[in-house]
């Protein structure tokens, strides 16, 4: 019956979703997103009335929500839904409420949101990269409109006059490409490319100009309305900067060779910018303005042969880092949230620290219980994690780790005693054996066939494991021997990440078997090393690694090229927490006294008091039982899973920090075990060998709230200027600079290589790269001719007052 529909209103509590445009017509075959929602669903759905959507009915009134990017729309009422009837299989035929689709639709949504707002942020600074490269040419710019904002209409008027500019421009585009966009270079079939570099942008893709349409493919899936096309009216807007579409219009006449009254024009011709072949200096009143003479500009100076900027504005050197975003703390158990709580009030360290603190000190405990099972994977994968924590010195990370590791350190206490005991039984068996071995091999009077019958009785004491949990720094050499003779699970853990960052292991020639042996160790727990005289091969063995490291060192690894892209920095969960350093009240805590620690200890305890499942025949090679997650926790591994996958498509926002995405699914589901088995580690005792209980749904949507934490963090550091090594230099140079000579002082750059820190005395042409780079952000400004300690100086620079 066409037409029957249900109006939607706040009285009916009963709300309406559409996804529109994930389905196929003709059979019925969902993309992947809207499977995951068909799954989460829990009430009615069907196709909707073009076959190429879908439509849910949920109990409830919900906030509006209407993303076209996303292809979502939620409504509670001033709708009216058509009902087809074509009720899709697998979801009920009830109405009811559906709280994880919901949740599920609105953080797809907040997806794309989040990347148009990138784009729009992208854009923003290319126009402002724009506007300076024409400030530096001497040439006044009108603001180009955001290429995500799609301009004055150009091509929906009733009037043919728009059209048939822009037909006649698509049918001839060497008469005006090139002398709108410089950089366009001649493509195949008779078009033009210009790459975002060209573009002073930085988005990925290209711009592509062919007979067959315009596309800018750096913004067709970014939430652009336009979906990346445009006209030649439109980039003439864009990247001619002309103000109107009538402007846009008549300059494309112009280069034609076209009377705009002869293709429909019925304006008025006297109001737009003067004709000219050149759009150097783009659009604005009058003749395009020739460039003064480097004498007669104020604002520029020859100087060494390049035009240098002098008198600019001054800009930031390392911006800001956005906020960060809170840790889910109250996602967590309760034994753990507590713990955290409990460490943030005793050390005043930031939030996110000390949950990193607890969360690895978890981890540390738990690896060897079991290893966990996820849809799709042949295998089941280890509990352990590699953790990063990025903090100044000051911030306390060692402190949180000290609280957060106390039952561990207990432990080790204990082993080391055990094994004090345990060596002077083994050391008198092992004299023993040596003799009772070496008087076989020299008694008289036996056969072949004797000796070694008598020499295989003798069974060789082992040597007690060696009594190591942590560990601050081991090349991979010292690893691979302790975890051959010691502990099947350790811990790599230092508040000085420096010491293993900069240790031999990463190291020119060493880093790539380091980045190798740490990446097979976390993926299988298993690794093997051999040399001439040596031989291990390592199985069932556990490593976690939690390190603390000051920006400058974090970024050698975060910025390192081979550990990218061999996956190795992916594997990190890497948080940055806002300092809480100058704000902290010096006063005494009764550490000691507080419950929720020593309910986290007892809790460690019982983990570690769980007897390990080891390989028969073997002191420390683990075979751990394998944790599963119930079908509520697949559903929601899936669409976490689905989402990074998706994020990480091009133009997608979880792009710049895809190794870690495409790992971050696996993360989720390690935590979501390490909070499971944390949370009742007798789970482990109360079932076979083989299985460790089951994983919630409940703790798999807290761990990845967990893991999604940790890659918006990742997201906000990746990048950025704080952890980029030549940025710091560029900053530390010019602090010093002000601290050794003052603001408006003048020094020249041999005094930079002669007296600043080691660490900035670089090269001469470094030197010099570096002055100019603070030149351009105007923190220096060059003077040509200048008397420094007696001497006339050829080059010189002084160093920019801040009022300057």
């Known amino acids: 019956m066409a037409g029957v529909g249900f109006a939607l209103t706040r009285g009916t509590a009963i709300s309406g979703i559409d996804l529109d445009d994930c389905r196929d017509a003709a059979t019925g075959e969902l993309q992947e997103w809207a499977r995951i929602a068909v799954e989460l669903a829990g009430t009615y759905c069907e196709a909707s009335p073009s076959g190429t959507g879908l439509r849910f009915f949920v109990k409830g009134v919900v906030d509006v929500c209407k993303v076209d990017a996303a292809h979502v729309e939620l409504y509670a009422e001033g709708r009216y839904l058509t009902v087809t009837g074509r009720h899709v299989e697998g979801t009920p035929a009830e109405i009811n409420e559906a709280p994880r689709l919901i949740a599920y639709l609105r953080e797809r949504a907040e997806q794309f949101q989040a990347a148009t707002r990138a784009a729009v942020e992208r854009a923003r600074d290319a126009e402002q990269k724009r506007q300076a490269k024409a400030a530096e040419r001497g040439q006044r710019v009108a603001p180009a409109p955001s290429p995500l904002a799609r301009p004055a209409p150009s091509t929906g008027d009733k009037d043919p006059f728009w059209r048939n500019v822009n037909d006649r421009a698509m049918a001839d585009l060497a008469a005006w490409v090139p002398a709108l966009l410089s950089d366009a270079k001649p493509a195949a079939r008779g078009g033009y490319r210009v790459t975002s570099r060209n573009l002073v942008r930085d988005l990925e893709e290209d711009l592509s100009i062919t007979p067959q349409g315009i596309v800018d493919w750096g913004t067709h899936d970014m939430g652009d309305p ?12 864009e990247h001619g900067g002309a103000a109107t579409s009538q402007d846009a219009a008549l300059w494309l006449c112009d280069r034609l060779g076209v009377e705009p009254e002869a293709i429909g024009f019925r304006g008025r011709r006297g109001e737009h910018p003067a004709r000219s072949a050149d759009l150097a200096g783009r659009w604005f009143e009058g003749e395009p303005a020739q460039k003064p003479a480097a004498s007669a500009d104020r604002t520029m100076a020859l100087h060494k042969g390049l035009m240098v900027p002098t008198g600019r504005d001054r800009l930031e050197i390392t911006k800001a880092l956005a906020p960060a975003p809170d840790f889910p703390v109250a996602s967590l158990p309760p034994v753990m949230r507590g713990a955290i709580e409990a460490i943030r009030e005793h050390v005043q360290a930031p939030l996110s620290l000390c949950a990193h603190s607890v969360l690895s000190a978890a981890a540390l405990v738990t690896q060897g219980c079991a290893n966990v099972q996820m849809p799709g994977l042949p295998v089941a994968k280890p509990l352990s994690l590699f953790m990063l924590a990025i903090a100044v010195s000051g911030e306390r990370k060692s402190a949180c780790d000290d609280m957060a590791l106390k039952a561990v350190a207990e432990k080790e206490a204990a082993l080391r005693a055990q094994n004090t005991a345990e060596m002077v039984d083994y050391k008198a068996a092992r004299a023993a054996f040596d003799a009772q071995r070496k008087k076989i091999e020299t008694e008289k009077n036996l056969s072949f066939e004797e000796r070694k019958a008598k020499l295989l009785l003798l069974k060789e004491p082992q040597e007690p494991l060696a009594p190591v949990i942590r560990s601050k720094e081991a090349n991979l050499e010292g690893l691979f021997g302790l975890l051959n003779v010691g502990q099947p699970g350790i811990g790599i853990f230092t508040s000085e990440g420096g010491q293993f960052l900069g240790g031999h292991g990463m190291s020119e020639d060493a880093k790539t078997r380091t980045i190798t042996g740490l990446s097979e ?226 020094f020249i750059p041999s005094m930079i290589q002669q007296f600043a820190p080691a660490h900035l005395r670089s090269g001469a042409e470094k030197i010099r790269e570096r002055v100019l780079k603070l030149c351009d952000f105007g923190a220096l400004e060059p003077v040509d001719k200048a008397v420094i300690g007696g001497k006339p100086r050829k080059e010189a620079y002084r160093i920019v007052g801040e009022d300057a």
């Open 226 to 237: 336009q979906s990346g096309k445009r006209t030649p009216i439109d980039l003439v807007m």
């Open 521 to 746: 160790l976390w993926d299988s727990g298993s690794a093997q090393r051999v040399r001439a005289k040596e031989r291990i091969f390592l199985e069932g063995r556990r490593l976690s690694i939690s390190l603390a490291a000051q920006p400058k060192i974090a970024s050698a690894l975060l910025g390192d090229e081979l550990a990218k892209d061999q996956g190795f920095v992916g594997r990190f969960l890497v948080t940055m927490p806002e300092s809480t350093i100058g704000t902290r009240e010096i006063r005494e805590t009764n550490v000691n006294g507080d419950g929720r620690l020593a309910a986290f200890y007892r809790q460690c305890r019982r983990v570690m008091s769980v007897p390990p499942n080891l390989r028969d025949g073997t002191l420390n090679e683990l075979a751990p039982p394998t944790i599963h997650l119930s079908e509520e926790a697949k559903a929601v591994w899936r669409a976490l899973a689905q989402t990074l996958e998706e994020g990480c498509a091009p133009g997608g926002q979880w792009l710049p920090v895809r190794s870690g995405a495409l790992k971050m699914a696996e993360n989720a589901a390690r935590i979501a075990a390490i909070l499971t088995l944390f949370e009742d580690p007798d789970a482990i005792g109360h079932h076979t060998r083989a299985t460790a209980g089951e994983i919630t749904g409940e703790a798999m949507a807290a761990a990845a709230e967990v893991a999604m934490f940790y890659l918006k963090e990742a997201l906000r550091i990746t990048g950025h200027s704080v952890l980029d090594p030549e940025t710091q230099a560029l900053s530390e140079t010019l602090e010093w600079l002000k601290s050794k000579y003052g603001a408006g002082n003048l």
